[in-house]
């Protein structure tokens, strides 16, 4: 038996384990152990899908190889030679789509995410340029059928926005969203340029995997508070009263600013979603370092600083420099199709982790 069909059975036999679980009234009395067992039931029932359909793959070549050897009646013999001719190429098909689906998934990849795009060099040009990489998300997320809430706002003074923090619920998010996290690079003519030249702005993206309280313990005494009146660009949406809210983690002198709501229960309720998960970022990317370091990984390397893309509107191009994709569909993914990037990704990634030998 290979080694890729006990892997197969053995996780059929889990599936069917947890198929018992999942109905057994003290499971379904404990919502935490219950929730954790419905996922992995969902996730595994995937693969026992195609485990099954794999099965009867193997069976199929298994009993045309019989019929040529043992049968005397060539059009049996025949008809068992071309069964076998489509058989086999469908066995390797499938034999390379099941290593990918045994591929560990990281445990952050199922958890919702905080995303942080801010503004660097380049001036009211980068600050415009964050607002058009927040609509390009924004589209792509609405696509789909993901849920999004502005946590921060700090406008630009000349458009778009010098800061803007917002959390993603749906499916699989982080898994998704990851590789978006570093410095994206605009070269084009500024509005603001009257003589034409194309000017290079940069702009950092932060995925946060949204932290849960189980994940990542704060303790009160570490944190102080401090509460102040929430202000707009040019006025506008100041609020009267202290409702905006700081918060800093005293040990890692982490600060954290939520002033988008009117309410300084639901501020703090935010910004405390957002130290949380900034702090278990921290643990990811030392994971991911580690990790990187071990397969030499090209897609994530846990280094945020690191320049990831460069949107280049002059000659329409868009560039991913972690795995040299260049595409020229500009406006395209600026208009939200980001499928095509996250796909390539996505595969590199898992290229890197079956020649890793993680199988």
């Given at each position: 038996?290979?080694?890729?069909?006990?892997?197969?059975?053995?996780?059929?036999?889990?599936?069917?384990?947890?198929?018992?679980?999942?109905?057994d009234?003290?499971?379904?009395?404990?919502?935490?152990?219950?929730?954790k067992?419905?996922?992995?039931?969902?996730?595994?029932?995937?693969?026992?899908?195609?485990?099954?359909?794999?099965?009867?793959?193997?069976?199929?070549?298994?009993?045309?190889?019989?019929?040529?050897?043992?049968?005397?009646?060539?059009e049996?013999?025949?008809?068992?030679?071309?069964?076998?001719?489509?058989?086999?190429?469908?066995?390797?098909?499938?034999?390379?789509e099941?290593?990918?689906?045994?591929?560990?998934?990281?445990?952050?990849?199922?958890?919702?995410?905080?995303?942080?795009?801010?503004?660097?060099?380049?001036?009211?040009?980068?600050?415009?340029?964050?607002?058009?990489?927040?609509?390009?998300?924004?589209?792509?997320?609405?696509?789909?059928?993901?849920?999004?809430?502005?946590?921060?706002?700090?406008?630009?003074?000349?458009?778009?926005?010098k800061?803007?923090?917002?959390?993603?619920?749906?499916?699989?998010?982080?898994?998704?969203?990851?590789?978006?996290?570093?410095?994206?690079?605009?070269?084009?003519?500024?509005?603001?340029?009257?003589?034409?030249?194309?000017h290079?702005?940069?702009?950092?993206?932060?995925?946060?995997?949204?932290?849960?309280?189980?994940?990542?313990?704060?303790?009160?005494d570490?944190?102080?508070?401090?509460?102040?009146?929430?202000?707009?660009?040019?006025?506008?949406?100041?609020?009267?009263?202290?409702?905006?809210?700081?918060?800093?983690?005293?040990?890692?002198?982490?600060v954290?600013?939520?002033?988008?709501?009117?309410?300084?229960?639901?501020?703090?309720?935010?910004?405390?979603?957002?130290?949380r998960?900034?702090?278990?970022?921290?643990?990811?990317?030392?994971?991911?370092?580690?990790?990187?370091?071990?397969r030499?990984?090209?897609?994530?390397?846990?280094?945020?600083?690191?320049?990831?893309?460069?949107?280049?509107?002059?000659?329409?191009?868009?560039?991913?420099?972690?795995?040299g994709?260049?595409?020229?569909?500009?406006?395209?993914?600026?208009?939200?199709?980001?499928?095509?990037?996250?796909?390539?990704?996505?595969?590199?990634?898992?290229?890197?982790?079956?020649?890793?030998?993680?199988?």
């Amino acid at each position: 038996m290979s080694s890729l069909l006990k892997k197969l059975e053995g996780i059929n036999i889990r599936y069917d384990q947890v198929s018992e679980q999942i109905v057994d009234p003290e499971v379904i009395s404990d919502m935490d152990r219950y929730v954790k067992l419905n996922k992995e039931y969902k996730e595994l029932g995937e693969i026992v899908e195609v485990y099954k359909k794999y099965r009867d793959v193997l069976d199929n070549i298994e009993s045309s190889k019989e019929i040529i050897a043992n049968e005397t009646d060539k059009e049996f013999v025949d008809m068992a030679k071309m069964e076998l001719d489509e058989l086999l190429p469908q066995k390797e098909q499938m034999d390379e789509e099941i290593k990918v689906m045994l591929i560990p998934k990281d445990e952050e990849d199922s958890k919702n995410v905080i995303i942080e795009i801010r503004a660097g060099t380049g001036g009211d040009e980068a600050s415009i340029f964050v607002g058009d990489l927040f609509k390009m998300y924004q589209r792509y997320l609405e696509k789909k059928g993901w849920k999004i809430d502005i946590m921060t706002v700090n406008e630009g003074t000349a458009g778009g926005f010098k800061e803007i923090g917002f959390s993603v619920e749906g499916e699989n998010v982080y898994g998704v969203l990851k590789f978006e996290s570093g410095v994206h690079r605009v070269q084009r003519v500024p509005q603001t340029e009257s003589q034409g030249r194309v000017h290079t702005s940069a702009v950092t993206v932060a995925v946060l995997p949204e932290a849960e309280e189980v994940d990542i313990e704060i303790r009160k005494d570490d944190i102080r508070k401090d509460t102040f009146r929430s202000s707009g660009a040019g006025g506008q949406h100041v609020n009267k009263t202290e409702s905006a809210v700081r918060l800093t983690h005293i040990p890692t002198n982490t600060v954290v600013e939520c002033q988008d709501g009117r309410s300084q229960i639901k501020n703090y309720d935010k910004a405390m979603k957002v130290l949380r998960s900034r702090l278990y970022e921290a643990e990811v990317i030392k994971k991911e370092q580690e990790r990187a370091k071990e397969r030499k990984s090209q897609v994530s390397t846990g280094d945020r600083s690191a320049k990831i893309r460069t949107y280049n509107y002059p000659q329409g191009r868009v560039t991913d420099h972690r795995i040299g994709l260049t595409l020229y569909n500009l406006d395209g993914i600026i208009g939200g199709d980001l499928d095509e990037v996250v796909d390539s990704l996505k595969i590199a990634e898992n290229a890197e982790k079956l020649q890793a030998g993680i199988e």
